[in-house]
């Protein structure tokens, strides 16, 4: 078999939203880059994740926004096949090339195949006959400075008797589906269930969703049963607090999922079922157990990105292969800190902003260009539900349990002025975590419609720490949903 080397500066295994990103900085200031994908270039978010769900669910959520303002007429019924196919123009018929093209145009080498370390700053890559690299089926890089992997995350079967040999979908089946089916049985009441549960129901599928909790178990309790509460109001059976034991596919193509729920056994049968159970970083088959490193949960890094786990300061990790990010966005923002990191330690420019880098395995101060505080003390997150579910930093569970002293106040969303003109049916709830003895905010929540549009005000407060005295003179415009900013820190005692 043919193989050859090449040396790269930087060599980023993955290139999803997160590991196109790192290369790009790092690449900025002229280190060579080698970005290696086995699948397409762009990722899950691109093409089987956000991008696709997205456009699956804007069609809805428009129609009931336009329902609800007094004064409209008759909404038009949805059309699915438009749907469907404007969610494949999004995802630009599932065809890499423009992301190619980027990669290129930034002056970085895609590199197809399945990328493995299989030695300190070596990566060995293998290619598939359909990911033919210039005639090389294999190809080892050598990078002289940094290798990043940023594999991203793979769904997870729970252990339920007949499960995997029912064939049952997941998220990137329920995205990227030609055919909506008559009934859909969603397993899992997390993000992805809450949402696809949500679009699968608009295009016309009965659905039914089994969850073991609450709805959107990591948020504010507010939100997932506002969520649950409209599920069910367009026509969704949701089914809490069940444990599911047993999935049969029939002959007929139909299949039924077994649960237990308050010592009762019940079943439902249909036409198809989504796992949506949660998902695991992908650092099983990245050569990890080369270097002595176990990352079940996702890779360990210290707040410049740096794997300190490996031995000689050029192992780094971002997005969701790393422990504890789950989101594009915040993936990004790591990578924008890792790149920036590694170009600074390795790049020959001065940068031009944010002083001196500080040595590998050295703390970087918070706040600044090479740390990814955020990631720690202010993630945040938007489900496109209905209504959305919009948070930032942390709930006041997470607070107390994170032993601060903390008070939530919530306020309605409709008892401001602005939300009384946005439409009958208009309703929601804001709600804020302040640590009593900082006098800052360290969580925000927002669920209603557009509510994702309304939290980035809060991640700003969050951020810069801004004591409540002073977002006092913040004034919200009038009569703006906004306003209930003011609302809350009235109830709060301002
Ligand atoms: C249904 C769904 C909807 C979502 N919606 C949103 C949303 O609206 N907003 C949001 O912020 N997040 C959303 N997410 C989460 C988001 O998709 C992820 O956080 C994001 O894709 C992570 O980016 P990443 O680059 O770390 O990983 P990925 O996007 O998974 O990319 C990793 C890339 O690495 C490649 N790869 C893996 N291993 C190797 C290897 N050994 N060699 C070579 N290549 C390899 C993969 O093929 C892939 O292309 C959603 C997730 C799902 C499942
Ligand atoms: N809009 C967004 O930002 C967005 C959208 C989709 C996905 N994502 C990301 O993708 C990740 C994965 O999402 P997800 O929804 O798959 O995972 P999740 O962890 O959010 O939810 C998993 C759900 O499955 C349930 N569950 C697990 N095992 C079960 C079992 N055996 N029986 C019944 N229920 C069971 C859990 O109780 C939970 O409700 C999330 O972390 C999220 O951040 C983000």
């Known amino acids: ?122 990566v060995h890559v293998t290619s598939s006959a359909l990911a033919e690299v210039d005639g090389a089926r294999e190809r080892t890089l050598v990078a002289r400075h940094a290798v990043v992997v940023a594999t991203g995350s793979v769904p997870v079967l729970p252990p339920v008797p007949g499960l995997e040999t029912a064939s049952p979908w997941g998220s990137r089946e329920a995205t990227s589906a030609d055919e909506v089916p008559g009934s859909l049985v969603v397993l899992g009441g997390g993000v992805v269930g809450s949402e696809m549960a949500t679009a699968y129901r608009d295009l016309g599928a009965d659905v039914t969703l089994v969850t073991r909790s609450g709805l959107l178990g990591a948020m504010e309790p507010a939100a997932g049963e506002a969520v649950a509460a409209h599920l069910r109001e367009i026509g969704v059976d949701v089914v809490l607090g069940a444990e599911a034991t047993e999935v049969v596919r029939h002959d007929d193509g139909s299949v039924t999922l077994t649960y237990q729920s308050d010592g009762t056994t019940s079943s439902v049968t249909a036409d198809q079922i989504l796992v949506a159970s949660g998902r695991v970083p992908r650092t099983g088959d990245v050569g990890l157990e080369s270097l002595g490193i176990e990352a079940p949960r996702g890779l360990d890094v210290d707040p410049t990105g740096l794997v300190q786990e490996a031995e000689g300061h050029w192992l780094y990790g971002v997005g969701d292969a790393v422990a504890g990010i789950t989101t594009t966005h915040q993936g990004k923002y790591q990578a924008r800190v890792v790149g920036d990191v590694i170009a600074a330690r390795h790049g020959d420019e001065e940068p031009a902003w944010g002083g001196p880098v500080p040595g590998p395995g050295a703390e970087p101060e918070p706040w600044t260009r ?97 004591p409540v005295e002073r977002l006092w003179h913040a004034v919200p415009a009038y009569p703006t949903v906004s306003e209930v900013w003011l609302r809350l820190l009235e109830t709060y005692g301002l």
């Open 1 to 122: 078999m043919e193989s050859q080397t090449d040396e790269f500066d930087v060599v980023v295994i993955g290139a999803g939203p997160v590991g196109e990103n790192v290369a790009d900085r790092a690449a900025r200031t002229g280190l060579s880059v080698a970005v290696v994908e086995s699948e397409l270039a762009g990722g899950e978010c691109s093409y089987w994740a956000c991008m696709p769900s997205k456009a699956l669910l804007r069609p809805g959520a428009a129609v009931e926004a336009a329902e609800s303002v007094v004064g409209v007429g008759d909404v038009p019924a949805l059309d699915v096949r438009a749907i469907l196919a404007h969610r494949d123009e999004v995802t630009h018929g599932w065809d890499d090339e423009s992301q190619a093209d980027w990669i290129a145009d930034a002056g970085m080498t895609l590199v197809r195949g399945h990328g493995r370390i299989v030695a300190p700053r070596t």
């Open 370 to 466: 090479y740390a990814s505080t955020s990631d720690v003390v202010a993630q945040t997150q938007v489900v496109f539900t209905r209504p959305q579910v919009a948070s930032v930093g942390l709930t006041e569970k997470q607070a107390r349990d994170a032993g601060m002293r903390v008070r939530a106040v919530s306020f309605a969303l409709e008892d401001t002025a602005g939300g009384y003109l946005m439409g009958a049916d208009f309703a929601g709830t804001a709600t804020i975590v302040v640590d009593e003895d900082r006098r800052v905010l360290v969580g925000a929540t927002f669920v209603g419609p557009e509510a994702g549009e309304m939290l980035h005000a809060a991640t700003v407060a969050v951020v810069g720490a801004v």
